[in-house]
């Protein structure tokens, strides 16, 4: 008996997507609860499980751009043991195919006959997947590239489809620039105090919570200061309804191998440093994995960008719609500074804040930036609320 694969429902708006890795191969025994395949759609990544033990038969490549529902596979029931539905080869073709799977057999504990594993010749050609799919996935997310990418010439050029969440990617960006009108200002920040209190504090910290101190919880809860001053920014736009948002659920953009994502963390303004820390690690982790569902990415009210560790000295970031707001980190580079009528040295970060023109006036823009660098400079603020 053969039970068909099928694309499952990800998403109420998401209709296709495309196979980016098998993560078992042709003629593979699965067992219930193994995962088969990633399937990359416009909003997350996802691996696609077995629902039966048996022989895996794949019917769509990986590469392949396929819709909700599609049948990708079967798995035959019964394991390596039962018959393949295919038609049987002619005699005169089975001693070739044969050949292959005769070294595959050697290797395994227990030799299957020869016209058994005959019907697989392309298992037996390749390894056996690793035990863990979230390695196999990543071992083999260089070999979807290749097989998808069509040379033009063998020097000069190569080609190769956008996948699904580049594609989503791109729509979004381009429909921010038109749909809103961006503007951008700018500001710097002295992160004197925050490095010293993180130098004076980060070991007891780190030794209480189990956790690094970095810098974008100092930002997060310095952007929740700032929405709370300035409640025009905490904005959306629906029509011709603007909806003001009375939470603090703030996006961070995190650059992963596919493609941009934008991770929430929920109600930042209840939450401790070390809850918001943990948060950020976690969305890493995901990230890393391709486990971020799209819960993850979805309600955020502004979002914080950090160019700033890819070595971006200054930048104007776009909106991520229907947000109103996006904050844009950047390196943190030592400058002189007047301070006092003397010039000093001082670690300073340039401070970009890119906002809606059409709902958020350059007035509250500017005294937003404002306060977010006033919670840095001064970070008791923070604690008192101030």
Request: a neutral charge; zero cysteines; charged letters at 25%.
């Amino acid at each position: 008996m053969s039970l068909e694969i099928k694309i499952p429902a990800v998403g109420e708006s998401v209709t296709s997507g495309m196979i980016s890795a098998w993560l078992k191969k042709e003629g593979d025994t699965v067992s219930r609860g193994d995962a088969l395949f990633t399937l990359e759609t416009d909003k997350v990544s996802t691996e696609v499980t077995a629902d039966a033990a048996g022989t895996l038969r794949i019917k769509a490549q990986a590469g392949a751009e396929v819709k909700i529902g599609e049948v990708v596979g079967f798995i035959e029931e019964g394991g390596v043991a039962s018959a393949a539905p295919a038609p049987a080869k002619a005699p005169a073709e089975k001693p070739a195919e044969v050949k292959a799977p005769k070294k595959r057999a050697n290797s395994d504990p227990a030799p299957a006959p020869a016209p058994t594993v005959a019907a697989t010749p392309i298992a037996a050609a390749a390894p056996v997947a690793p035990s863990a799919a979230a390695v196999a996935a990543a071992n083999e997310s260089l070999a979807v590239i290749s097989e998808n990418v069509a040379p033009e010439s063998e020097e000069r050029v190569t080609r190769k489809r956008l996948s699904p969440l580049r594609r989503k990617i791109a729509a979004q960006l381009v429909m921010a620039q038109h749909t809103a009108a961006i503007l951008t200002t700018f500001n710097e920040a002295d992160m004197s105090a925050v490095m010293t209190l993180r130098k004076a504090m980060g070991d007891d910290f780190q030794k209480q919570h189990g956790i690094k101190l970095g810098f974008m919880s100092f930002f997060i809860k310095a952007v929740v200061a700032a929405l709370k001053a300035v409640p025009q920014v905490n904005v959306r736009v629906e029509g011709d309804d603007l909806v003001q948002n009375h939470f603090y659920d703030i996006g961070v953009a995190v650059g992963t191998e596919r493609g941009l994502m934008v991770p929430v963390v929920r109600d930042t303004h209840r939450k401790s440093f070390a809850e918001i820390e943990r948060d950020l690690v976690a969305y890493a982790v995901k990230a890393r994995e391709g486990r971020i569902g799209i819960d993850d990415l979805s309600g955020g009210v502004f979002t914080i960008s950090n160019g700033g560790i890819y070595g971006s000295l200054l930048s104007t970031p776009i909106l991520n719609p229907p947000q109103s707001g996006i904050l844009g980190m950047h390196k943190i580079q030592e400058r002189p500074m007047v301070v006092n009528g003397v010039i000093v040295v001082r670690p300073m970060m340039y401070l970009a804040m890119s906002y809606d023109h059409r709902v958020v006036d350059g007035r509250e823009a500017v005294t937003f930036l404002v306060r977010v660098k006033e919670a840095i400079e001064q970070p008791s603020r923070l604690l008192l609320e101030v």
